[in-house]
């Protein structure tokens, strides 16, 4: 079946960084995206940034351009996405879910994965 | 960037009952040449994952109960739940994938009364 699977929980010190992995299976991956999104403890949801699995296109929210790093494996078939010089504020669970190959065609978020824990102390 | 309000913030319902959210979107995210809505709603329950229930707008997720109906175009966009069970008991988002940033809304947390 269609599914991601992310990497397990991470706590880190303010100023370090971290790099989150979610591979797919059931499906081939050049012909999708990925979306990053996360949610900090009792929040709501917020968009990170996207990558097209065929060419590796880019797309960053404007809060975390420069910070966020969201690269593609072709091979294995999996997206990470690395935040570096964490704060508090970074905190959250980061989910991955898959989207359109086209950043100017953009998908409903059919597939979710679990979610990644990060959390950031000083 | 396009700002979604979801009110209410929260409601309870009995069982058997309607639940009624609305999300008002700042500008329309409807693609005049497809003339599709880019706007999703999700469902959420603690620890897990949001679930995709409706896609543009008014088109249901396969294995979403018919008791979940998306409506509206343009700004103004409603998910009901009709008859309410206790497993749908979460919390709802909207979402616009219309522009980038993709934004949500709020969340609205739907309880049993």
């Known amino acids: 079946q269609v599914q991601l699977v992310q990497s397990g929980a991470e706590v880190k010190k303010s100023g370090a960084s971290v790099k989150v992995s979610c591979k797919a299976s059931?499906?081939?991956?050049?012909?999708?995206?990925v979306s990053w999104v996360r949610q900090a403890p009792g929040q709501g949801l917020e968009w990170m940034g996207w990558i097209s699995g065929y060419n590796g296109n880019t797309n960053y929210a404007r809060k975390v351009q420069g910070r966020v790093t969201i690269t593609i494996d072709t091979f294995t078939s999996t997206a990470y996405m690395e935040v570096r010089n964490l704060t508090s504020d970074d905190t959250a669970i980061y989910y991955c879910a898959r989207d359109s190959n086209l950043a100017v065609a953009p998908d409903p978020f059919h597939v979710w994965g679990q979610g990644t824990m990060v959390s950031v102390s000083s | 960037d396009i700002v979604l309000t979801q009110s209410p913030d929260s409601l309870a319902v009995s069982l058997g009952e309607r639940a009624t959210i609305n999300c008002k979107s700042s500008q329309s995210v409807l693609y005049n040449s497809k003339n599709k809505s880019y706007l999703d709603w999700y469902q959420q329950k603690p620890g897990q994952p949001p679930k995709l229930l409706i896609y543009?707008?008014?088109t249901r997720e396969s294995g979403v109960p018919d008791r979940f109906t998306g409506s509206g175009s343009g700004t103004d966009f409603t998910l009901t739940i009709t008859s309410l069970r206790a497993e749908d008991v979460a919390v709802y988002y909207c979402?616009?994938?219309?522009?980038?940033?993709?934004?949500f809304g709020q969340g609205t947390k739907v309880e049993i009364k």
């Open positions: 543009w707008a008014s």
């Open positions: 059931g499906y081939t991956f050049s012909k999708y995206g």
């Open positions: 979402h616009q994938y219309y522009s980038s940033p993709r934004t």
